[in-house]
């Protein structure tokens, strides 16, 4: 009992800078957004009770409005494309022996390496519709006609976005799966195999519903991350053309800092936050199911 | 060994603790962190930055006297876009090295408003700031009114014209002193133009552009561009705009705001702006909504672009990078009868909560005296000091085109910041005049 309260005691001393930096850095800042977000201030002075008007301008206001349809559209997609690249990558490596596969795997992680501001910026020269590799290439292989303004059309830009997230996030998707598709026994797939199983079968019988809650883990953190993603859309877009990819970090910001409405930015961050709740209780619901101990 | 663990993870866990602390702290000794300090920080202390600000400067300034240190002067005015502006810091550091340490800071065009913001509410802003005069109404209430140091000082008000100190007061206060006029120009390539048997005229409306301009792409060269960046993304409608309000003799209503943005004079503007690029006049062609200035400097270089909008300020710069050919003055068109170009006055301003508003005066005074501002005229560009000469031709002929110089009315952040940066973006791709009209409209009530 003495040794059990003496453990508890140095856990919990261990646990009280983590806990202080956490309630310093992200509990406190939380509780004052929210009382902000009901209040009128423009970073000078006092501020001033505003009720509801902030949610109120937020919600009425269509960039608001756009910028959170962006941001959803943005996360899920590129959220989305990760996971299943990364699944198939992870696939595909566990079929390779010990040194190819840790060399693709350098290789496919690589992205997730890179500031995401250096991608962002090397992929601006890649899209380029004068100078850009892809264009280039397009023309070179007389495929002229299919050359675009990438980062300038409706249809494509946010696409263009949407597919140099996926390429940076499926790294660590398929460092995670990977980890957890050689958890399963092999015995598992040579059972199957002797019952007449293919490689994909005893992947979608056994592999996948077996890692399951590390494909939860692995799509919530990439959702959240890529909710939260600023620097890439800013370095490629800066949210333009026009706000065709201006996601609510990039309106936040603005409204902040630009606009001098700390209260609209704050109320604007209650929301999203709600937004990201709500979404990864989806995520967790959709990807619901047993897990197996093995 | 067990105790050992259990002594490095405590220690270990103890450092994490005071770094934690250490990196709170809001004294820094240089500036630019100063002005990146985050908002949670910024916020709290910002509370305070109206009521402690005044009796912060004399304390700080005297305690300074006391231990024999020179006082240090932040001043975030060093623009290194311009050859002169480095010069110009250093000589102003050199002139005021016996009683201030001037702290020169880089300006961030890009995020200037942040960096103020920041650098304000956090009570450790910058002793003065760089700002343009025409958006001035967003810091007016936080900028020390200089009127009561010009009028005790008849030499240092003898620095500007009537004219530039009106630009600059809001509500009968001097809010922020002129150090450059700055104006939009084109500059056009004159082989090129004379090949294709362009004449430039002293002055044309946007129908004789437009026909210049599709002689000029039949020739196979983009005749026009415009810069999306540098807030310089509306200028072909800002300038349209005005020009369109001359014809009818309005600009002083829209000065006052009796025009809104969203008025017939705004829509005829737009619809100006969109011809061009709806023509395919616009340099790159598809990509003309989201081409940056350095892309549109160097096509200009390389003849792709025959004519391209400038700062007046940055004309003779940009003109002396083309090796090729002999850059010249275009008019801007005008979509009336009369012509009109937009401009307004680069700016310094001291915030009210700055340690050392009297030494920052001290500081505006030597800066925008005719010794540094000499340099900028020397290297050319466009002083405010009235009592500076400018020797050099061509920047005579860029000043000559201030004669059709108008006022736009002070912009909230919302609208500027439409202007800037969706404009065109919304014009070209996003709906087209109704739509920029509507966001115009939602933009100025929301300012």
Redesign the interface.
Known sequence: MKMKQRTMR?GV??L??AV??VT?FSVI?FF?NFV?SFQK?D?????EAAGFYNYL?VLQ??LSRRAFGNSILYAFSSTFGGVVLGLIFAVLILRLSQKEGSFFRLILYSPAMLPTAVVGIMFVFFFN??MGLLNNFLRLVGLGGLQ??W????GTAMACIIFVAIWKCAGSVMMLTFAALQGVPRSLYESSYLDGAGFLQQMRSIGFPLIRPMILLATINTLGAQFKSYDLIFTM????????TTTVPIVM??T?????S?GSAAAMGVLFTIVVAVSILLIRRILRGESYEY | MKTWKKMAALLLAAAMLLLTFAGCSSKTDTSTSAQTQSATTAASAGSSAASTGASASASASASQEATGEKPTIKFYGKCIEYVSGPMMTDALETAMADKYKIDSIQIDWSNMDTVIRTGIASNDPCDIYNYPASSMANFADMAVDLKPYLDADPEFKSYFSDAELQACTIDGKLVCLPWESNFTVILGNKEALDKIGVTIPDSWTMDEFNAACAKIKAAGVFPFTNATDLNRGAWVYRNAMLSVLAAEDKNQDFVDGKISLSSDESKQALEATKALYDNGYMYPGEGAVTVKNDEAIAAFYQGKVLMMPEIAAGAKQTASGATDFTPVLVPWPSVGDKGAILGSLNCLFIPKNSKNIDAAVEVLKTYLGPDIQKIHADQGYIPANVNVQVSDPFVQDVMAQASTLKAEPPYSSAVFDYLSNNLTGDLVLNGGVDTVLQNLKTAESAG
Do not use: R
């Open positions: 140095t001393l261990y009280i800078p202080l930096f310093l800042p004052w902000l201030w970073g000078f002075g006092q501020p301008s206001n269509p519709p004068e675009h303004v980062l300038q059309e409706k877009t800066q949210g333009g053309p026009a706000d065709l910001k603005k902040a800092f630009i606009f001098g700390f």
